[in-house]
């Protein structure tokens, strides 16, 4: 799998579970519907068999993801919480995905 597939994989696997925590949120910190729960858990799930689509190692999956799942963070909290990203939001989001790349493409010999 090319790099930008898994990059773009891991975007959409962060938004999966980005989706199924903050649906819980809505219902249990502002009120909404508890029906929100639903499309949680089906958002969760999603999530997870997405994760199973990378063609590397669990640990190294889960690892990796991590740097994609802070980036995606941040540009929930400026597009949906419409809090702007400070410089330092900003910086760690782009150390992370350093971090994300060297582990998930760095040269492997086995």
């Not at 089906?42 to 999956?61: E, K, M, N, Q």
């Not at 994609?68 to 909290?77: G, K």
């Amino acid at each position: 799998m090319s790099e930008m597939k898994i990059f773009g994989l891991f975007l959409i696997t962060a938004l999966a579970e980005i989706i199924g925590c903050y649906l819980p949120y809505l219902w249990l910190r502002e009120g909404k519907s508890v029906w929100l729960l639903v499309p949680a858990a089906l958002s969760l799930a999603i999530f997870a068999w997405l994760l199973s689509l990378h063609p590397a190692a669990a640990g190294r999956v889960y690892a990796a993801y991590g740097g994609v799942y802070i980036f995606m963070a941040i540009l929930w909290l400026w597009a949906v919480d419409g809090i702007r990203p400070t410089t330092w939001d900003l910086v760690g989001s782009g150390v992370a995905l350093v971090g994300m790349a060297i582990i998930m493409f760095a040269p492997r010999s086995v």
